[in-house]
């Protein structure tokens, strides 16, 4: 995947918004590129179990998803987000109201991808809690991610930028951003 959109950036685009699927790398790559460039990282779904006093799994149970979707989009769109911040997105951010329009209109979004099997091996063996995939042996996990994929992507793909998350390191971000600090 590729660069479709390249430009130097300044600091007037603060906010850098990672979208992708869940397990893709959001939180690894947005704590480690914010730390490189000297940016504050935010992790939406924190942000969000912060502000509504539990975890997203727990809010999903109690509410639903339709609730939850609405909590986010509120938070995202309203969080008084440091000036320079790298922000990970759940993934399915992008995907419910204007959620991706308004990323790109207030700052850069970066779709990072993976191979579905790939996913599929690193949510299995996250310790993280999944609303969306408890329960799921490998096969059945691999069918969700594929028929939330063709859901999704199309949201994914309107990001201003894509990075292959295979064998991603730090120059491939610096030659993307081409951040001038």
Same mark, same amino acid.
């Given at each position: 995947?590729?660069?479709?959109?390249?430009?130097?950036?300044?600091?007037?685009?603060?906010?850098?918004?990672?979208?992708?699927?869940?397990?893709?790398?959001?939180?690894?790559?947005?704590? /480690?590129?914010?730390?490189?460039?000297?940016?504050?990282?935010?992790?939406?779904?924190?942000?969000?179990?912060?502000?509504?006093?539990?975890?997203?799994?727990?809010?999903?149970?109690?509410?639903?998803?339709?609730?939850? /979707?609405?909590?986010?989009?509120?938070?995202?769109?309203?969080?008084?987000?440091?000036?320079?911040?790298?922000?990970?997105?759940?993934?399915?951010?992008?995907?419910?109201?204007?959620?991706?329009?308004?990323?790109?209109?207030?700052?850069?979004?970066?779709?990072?991808?993976?191979?579905?099997?790939?996913?599929?091996? /690193?949510?299995?063996?996250?310790?993280?809690? /999944?609303?969306?995939?408890?329960?799921?042996?490998?096969?059945?996990?691999?069918?969700?991610?594929?028929?939330?994929?063709?859901?999704?992507?199309?949201?994914?793909?309107?990001?201003?930028?894509?990075?292959?998350?295979?064998?991603?390191?730090?120059?491939?971000?610096?030659?993307?951003?081409?951040?001038?600090?």
């Amino acid at each position: 995947m590729t660069n479709h959109n390249p430009q130097t950036y300044t600091s007037a685009h603060a906010h850098i918004f990672l979208i992708g699927f869940m397990g893709c790398g959001k939180t690894y790559w947005g704590s /480690r590129l914010a730390q490189h460039i000297g940016y504050v990282f935010v992790d939406l779904d924190h942000l969000i179990e912060q502000t509504i006093g539990q975890t997203i799994s727990e809010y999903f149970k109690e509410n639903g998803e339709t609730a939850f /979707r609405l909590v986010e989009k509120q938070i995202l769109q309203q969080a008084n987000f440091p000036t320079k911040a790298v922000i990970s997105c759940g993934g399915g951010t992008p995907c419910f109201f204007d959620n991706m329009a308004w990323m790109n209109k207030n700052g850069i979004t970066i779709y990072l991808h993976l191979p579905i099997s790939v996913l599929a091996d /690193r949510i299995l063996q996250s310790e993280t809690e /999944r609303p969306l995939t408890q329960g799921k042996n490998k096969e059945e996990l691999i069918t969700f991610i594929e028929n939330k994929m063709k859901e999704r992507e199309s949201f994914y793909l309107q990001a201003q930028h894509q990075l292959e998350g295979l064998n991603l390191n730090l120059n491939q971000w610096n030659k993307l951003l081409k951040f001038n600090l």
